[in-house]
């Protein structure tokens, strides 16, 4: 088991940061060139020479194109209309059609986005080029800089965050599974018939787990460290004072669970529900900024968003002590609750 | 309150919503008694144990183990009772030294006696010494069931309740848990045991026979075997279960 407590949460941090990403490269593109013009080479070049497309197949009809989206082989399909250079010669104006298979509404928008850019550059490239403007129209020029994570790096965005889902899985299986795995078997029977105080039961239970679950941590921050080169702009002996009492809150919600269970089965449903909803809307994956806002109100009290936050903040943008100081007391209340309800449910004589 | 008994119970009932388990049963244990609670599957004899454990709280009725109240006393009764259950309680994957140091521990026996008790019980289990490191997962039943015994004794409570502790026992490690049970009570402890075995009801001496939550018989296997005109305990339970 222990092993097991070590090596699965390695391998998640290896593979779900690689893996889970927002970054789209390698789309593939159909090409539909009724021109056949320089123009049309030109847009095509520019698709092609970029990082995020890759060229799947060039043919002479929309329909055919069509099926390999159908059979998933290509996302994006660029129609070029027979004229498309002459039109903007002798018009300005000339049209192409970008077709989407925007089955993932969020990759279509990504997509969408490259796709747009590549073209607007076309734009300029062909105004100079054939002068139908004569002098530049007047623009305003955005300068972009991206702080805290200058080079969009997904992998240092999502460590924190996969750190913050492994901690909260431990605590809540581990504590989850324990008491009702003892009710299973028939030893708790024997505890609840000792003298033994429920302080002394419940602090027996989950000290072990709470150690478990910061060394897990640690552990995690030194892989994200050395292996995917976080940053570390904030003190670690922050991050470990809020993950202290966090613990208390994920290891409370595990006792919490197993005291109104009466089977592994059960208790294992009733965690999987809460961590699915907590894991999800807790902004890891997606921005609680864009949540609904009666979903962003629940969040609130959703502890693996509050933590998440918090984490990120530390890491990324350094903050100090005072910034996540609301997060800590938040912390406090709700492990002292979840604790106090699971004192109370963990019952040495039935009524 | 009367001294003179250790376990006194007076219309004691547990029910289960619609259900009674245990119908106001009475009765009294002396100390240093081996008192047999007799009865089919389901008559009600877990349910009323686990009542006088302070496992459960009563429905109505009085009761004192130990001089202490069912109903509001249950830790004090704790601290001053043994209990093996049905099911094997031990912990399976500890050793056998880890499980005695662990309920010790929880009694608060000290390290010293601890070590001492520890010694004895293997010496008196005969648990060969290349045995005391393994995980109980890998001992033969009767042994385990020997040593859950000693265990619900370790800190020498003044009652020990003990729920089938026999079931699925040869009949050679039966007797030798029946010699362990004698000692224990030669030493001042009252013995409150379930069974289903009838030769083993002969060893106590008293047993009371439960049908359907009541007693429907209290004596000693001498009278009770009198009463009933039977040859053996075992023609006494039948009887007695089948209305006569």
Redesign the interface.
């Given at each position: 088991m222990i092993p097991l407590i070590f090596f699965m949460p390695v391998l998640q941090l290896l593979v779900l940061s690689n893996a889970a990403t927002y970054e789209i490269k390698n789309i593939k593109f159909n090409i539909v060139d009724y021109d056949q013009s320089h123009f049309s080479r030109e847009l095509i070049s520019k698709f092609t020479a970029s990082n995020y497309f890759v060229l799947n197949d060039v043919s002479f009809s929309v329909e055919n194109s069509e099926e390999s989206f159908k059979k998933n082989q290509a996302k994006l399909i660029i129609h070029i209309p027979k004229d498309f250079e002459k039109n903007f010669r002798s018009q300005g104006l000339s049209g192409v059609q970008l077709v989407i298979n925007a089955e993932d509404g969020s990759a279509a928008g990504i997509i969408n986005n490259y796709a747009l850019n590549i073209t607007r550059d076309l734009n300029i490239d062909m105004a100079v080029e054939s002068s139908v403007m004569p002098e530049p129209v007047p623009m305003i020029n955005i300068d972009y800089s991206n702080w805290y994570n200058s080079e969009l790096d997904y992998i240092t965005y999502m460590v924190p965050g996969i750190l913050v889902v492994l901690v909260t899985m431990i605590g809540t299986f581990l504590s989850g599974m324990n008491v009702v795995k003892e009710k299973e078997?028939?030893?708790i029977?024997?505890?609840?018939?000792?003298?033994?105080k429920k302080y002394q039961f419940i602090t027996g239970k989950l000290m072990p787990f709470w150690f478990i679950g910061i060394g897990e941590l640690a552990f995690g921050l030194l892989i994200g460290i050395i292996v995917f080169k976080i940053p570390m702009l904030g003190s670690p002996l922050i991050i470990f004072m809020l993950a202290s009492v966090y613990m208390f809150v994920v290891l409370g919600m595990g006792l919490l669970i197993s005291t109104l269970t009466n089977t592994q089965q059960q208790a294992m449903f009733i965690a999987w529900f809460f961590l699915v909803l907590f894991i999800l809307m807790g902004g890891i994956f997606t921005p609680v900024e864009s949540m609904p806002a009666w979903a962003q109100a629940i969040a609130y009290f959703n502890p693996v968003a509050q933590f998440n936050r918090a984490m990120r903040m530390i890491m990324l943008k350094g903050s100090g002590f005072k910034d996540v100081l609301p997060t800590l007391y938040f912390f406090i209340v709700y492990a002292s609750v979840m604790m106090s309800l699971a004192v109370w449910r963990y019952r040495?004589?039935?009524? | 309150m009367q001294n003179n008994f250790i376990i006194e119970s007076e219309n004691l009932t547990k029910k289960f919503g619609h259900f009674t388990a245990v119908d106001a049963i009475s009765f009294s244990v002396k100390p240093g008694e081996i008192f047999g609670f007799l009865g089919a599957n389901g008559a009600g004899k877990t349910t009323a144990m686990r009542m006088l454990?302070?496992?459960?709280?009563p429905t109505s009725g009085k009761a004192t183990v130990a001089g202490f109240d069912v109903y509001k006393q249950?830790?004090q009764i704790?601290?001053n009772?043994g209990?093996m259950?049905?099911?094997?309680?031990?912990?399976?994957d500890l050793t056998i030294t880890e499980n005695i140091n662990f309920?010790g521990g929880?009694?608060g026996l000290s390290k010293s006696k601890l070590k001492e008790k520890t010694e004895y019980l293997l010496d008196l289990l005969k648990i060969p010494e290349m045995h005391t490191g393994k995980l109980l997962v890998s001992l033969p039943l009767g042994w385990k069931q020997k040593l859950a015994f000693s265990v619900a004794i370790i800190h020498e409570p003044k009652i020990v309740f003990l729920d089938e502790p026999t079931g699925g026992v040869d009949p050679i490690t039966r007797r030798q848990f029946w010699d362990m049970i004698y000692e224990a009570s030669h030493n001042g402890v009252t013995v409150f045991v379930t069974t289903h075995y009838m030769d083993e009801a002969e060893y106590c001496n008293r047993v009371s026979m439960m049908v359907d939550g009541r007693i429907a018989s209290l004596d000693t296997p001498y009278n009770l075997k009198k009463e009933y005109n039977a040859g053996n305990m075992h023609e006494v339970f039948v009887k007695i279960a089948r209305g006569r």
């Open positions: 078997i028939g030893t029977e024997q505890l609840n018939v000792s003298p033994i040495k004589t039935e009524s | 454990c302070g496992l459960s709280i249950t830790e704790k601290k009772i209990y259950s049905q099911k094997f309680s031990l912990y399976d309920y929880i009694y």
